[in-house]
């Protein structure tokens, strides 16, 4: 599938960019693995039927979708009403369908030959009537085949003279013509054609910064901006249309990677840093279309990071005042550069997060412009600033979007969702938007295992938001005090409710009244709609990774997510028999731990933290109990984690699980009654403080229980505290 459409005006056609199905789901390297193909559209007019045109440039790439068929028309519009640089130079209509005649193109090039080594007025008229003859492909052959006349072209155009630019552009006219065909491209180099173009640009960047007058501005250099302080030049109009065909030559090149690398070794990002002032927007079109491909470079990322390269704040700038074409170079040029983490904190720093937010409007800007964001909202700064933008209600449209035309969500999409829902208010905002429903469709319709994982992932973000926001909830009510919840979200009063208690006096008067805070998150209902659906997936689920990111799901939904009038243990007897089932394969040493997979180790944690949780009801715990599961758990603990090596966190959350089921008598006696856990428990205490403090705990919670009638330790109570003791006493050195 197409990942973006570009327009190149200057040959009439239309760029695709696609990315092979093998390729990463998440955008996470450069775009240097990027392909890419280019369909002709051929002489472009008033009486062309766009919407035919257009049906044919699709038929001729099998990689555009129907549903990019409005920009693939808005693309063709845009190259046929795009003016010439030199609109006095093209023929008319009559000399273009003139007839192939190799006789009076011979005799053409050899009166042209004769002039170019005139006066400069006949070098620019012989060129001119070559140029004339240009029609047709044939005429082209003939031209480039002629080594005399290629010679003498060549010769002249690389003369460091003060030659007028007039002759340097119709010159660099005539092999940007023969460029735009890869067939000619061998023939060019071999005459230097390249280089002589990199020679003329540079000629006319001196001769630009030599107009450039001594003033006030460069004088006061030193007390500018780093920024800004970069040398400026002042350009012609004529300059400007020698410096753009020399650089469609050089981009037409430029696909040969060879080629590009010469042109690296020349300074050629130091060259269009300064092409860049011009005002000409076609030519600085040109520039950004050589720019990124150039930024398949470290050395360009290097070179444009530095703190007095003034380059990206003029392409934030752009970004803002350019047309679409324009601005989809300048968003793949920022997405390249965005990888170095000097330009993605010089590009942080620019005034481009609303732009951004707004080109996700423009169906041809929106696909590159997730993929910069996404790499953007890895920092929480930019997530504000994303936020301010109002991206929230945008992108849940494209969710919606992609649920009506039952697609697959864009990489960018995905990934930007996954890196926004980190930050608090978005996570609000999506939530008071109704996200969830649509986001566990788009789940439901997800065609490959990535896509699911990462939507589940944009899922669990949100579920811990709310947990938070519970728990929050929890200490404004103990303390009387809305701080806690400030920072998690826009409005803390909306998650609660003030009262007013009187106050009685000495005399037993009701008098003064203070205020008292309720909890109204339970009005909200967010998961009420969705518990049966993640019960359902996770117990059908045959994929690990996935299992992973649902039950972590679970584990954020606390009684007061469920529906009104249901606890846990209704949803473990609705499906006692398949929920025991997993937590049996995910808990059993036998399965998975032969397999150095990371995710199955997850796995695990995520099936204990869940356990632990919904154990904290005396009813759950008793179904634990009951289905084998509190064995099953503590023989993975003996069978794979009892060594001092072993993962202390995976440790924590058993011994955080256990705590729970030792407050509940018929778990307590299957935990005590086992000598290893006890054991392992013991063990615990010589590891960190964390795991520590938990083994302590649980151990405090069997001695007190395991007590007869008349109060006495029992016999596993009296066992841990000798040892307790033994431990003590070697930290001690007694």
Request: proline share 2%; glycine share 4%; aromatic share 6%.
């Amino acid at each position: 599938r197409a990942s973006r459409l570009l327009a190149d005006a200057t040959n009439n056609a239309i760029v695709v960019e696609y990315i092979d199905d093998k390729d990463d789901d998440i955008p996470s390297k450069r775009a240097v693995g990027l392909r890419t193909k280019k369909i002709s559209l051929g002489n472009l007019g008033s009486h062309n039927d766009v919407s035919l045109l257009a049906r044919k440039v699709m038929r001729k790439c099998e990689f555009i979708p129907e549903d990019m068929l409005e920009e693939v028309e808005g693309i063709i519009m845009e190259i046929r009403n795009k003016p010439s640089l030199d609109e006095s130079a093209r023929p008319n209509h009559d000399e273009s369908q003139a007839i192939f005649d190799p006789t009076s193109i011979e005799e053409a090039m050899d009166e042209s030959l004769e002039l170019i080594y005139g006066s400069v007025e006949e070098k620019l008229k012989g060129i001119k009537k070559v140029i004339s003859c240009c029609h047709h492909l044939e005429s082209l052959e003939l031209f480039i085949r002629n080594h005399q006349l290629m010679s003498a072209l060549s010769r002249l155009f690389g003369e460091d003279s003060d030659l007028p630019t007039d002759l340097s552009f119709t010159i660099g006219k005539l092999f940007y013509a023969f460029s735009t065909d890869e067939k000619y491209h061998e023939t060019l180099s071999s005459y230097r054609v390249g280089a002589l173009a990199f020679g003329v640009v540079e000629l006319e960047l001196k001769r630009a910064l030599h107009r450039k007058k001594v003033d006030i501005l460069k004088e006061d250099e030193v007390n500018l901006p780093a920024a800004f302080s970069f040398r400026q030049y002042s350009f012609s109009k004529k300059q400007e249309r020698v410096i753009f065909v020399c650089l469609g030559i050089l981009v037409n090149l430029a696909s040969d990677f060879v080629v590009l690398e010469k042109m690296m070794k020349k300074s050629l990002v130091s060259l269009l840093r300064s092409c860049l002032q011009q005002k000409s927007k076609q030519s600085v079109y040109m520039t950004l279309c050589l720019l990124r491909k150039s930024t398949i470079f470290d050395e360009t990322a290097n070179e444009l990071s530095n703190e007095r390269c003034d380059a990206i704040p003029k392409l934030a700038l752009l970004m803002q005042t350019s047309c679409n074409t324009t601005q989809q170079e300048i968003v793949a040029i920022l997405f390249n550069l965005s990888f170095h983490p000097e330009c993605i904190k010089m590009i942080s720093k620019q005034e481009i997060h609303s732009t951004l937010v707004k080109s996700l409007e423009n169906r041809s800007l929106a696909g590159p412009s997730m993929c910069l964001m996404y790499n953007l909202s890895s920092s929480e700064d930019n997530q504000e600033k994303f936020l301010s933008a109002g991206i929230s209600a945008i992108l849940l449209e494209f969710v919606k979007d992609n649920i009506t035309r039952e697609e697959t969500m864009n990489k960018g999409l995905v990934g930007l969702l996954l890196n926004m829902t980190l930050h608090p208010l978005f996570c609000e905002d999506m939530i008071e938007l109704h996200a969830i429903p649509h986001i566990l469709s788009c789940v439901k319709m997800s065609p490959t295992q990535e896509y699911c994982q990462v939507l589940l992932k944009v899922t669990r973000n949100l579920s811990q938001w709310t947990k938070c926001i519970q728990c929050k909830i929890e200490q404004v009510l103990f303390h009387q005090d809305l701080t806690a919840l400030v920072g998690l979200t826009k409005d803390p009063s909306s998650f609660v409710q003030t009262e007013e208690i009187g106050v009685a006096d000495d005399d037993g008067v009701e008098g003064t009244s203070n205020e008292s805070f309720s909890s109204l998150y339970r009005e909200r209902h967010i998961w009420d709609d969705h518990i049966d659906y993640l019960l359902q997936s996770v117990v059908q689920s045959k994929n690990e990774d996935l299992i992973v990111e649902q039950i972590g799901i679970l584990n954020n939904l606390t009684p007061y997510d469920l529906p009104d009038g249901t606890e846990w243990i209704d949803f473990l007897h609705e499906y006692s028999h398949d929920i025991s089932d997993l937590l049996q394969n995910i808990l059993n040493p036998a399965i998975g731990h032969s397999r150095a997979n990371s995710y199955h180790d997850d796995l695990k944690m995520e099936a204990i933290i869940w356990i632990g949780d919904i154990c904290v009801d005396e009813k759950c715990s008793e179904w634990m109990a009951n289905n084998d599961i509190v064995h099953a758990m503590s023989n993975l603990w003996k069978e794979c984690y009892l060594d001092e090596d072993s993962d202390p966190e995976m440790v924590l959350q058993f011994l955080s699980a256990y705590e729970q089921l030792l407050s509940h008598d018929q778990t307590r006696f299957q935990i005590i009654e086992d000598e290893a856990i006890v054991n392992a428990m013991i063990s615990c205490l010589r590891r960190s403080t964390a795991v520590k403090v938990s083994a302590e705990t649980c151990l405090t919670l069997i001695q007190e229980f395991d007590r007869g009638v008349d109060g006495q330790l029992g016999l596993v109570a009296e066992y841990i505290q000798e040892r307790r003791f033994e431990i003590l006493a070697e930290a001690s050195g007694i």
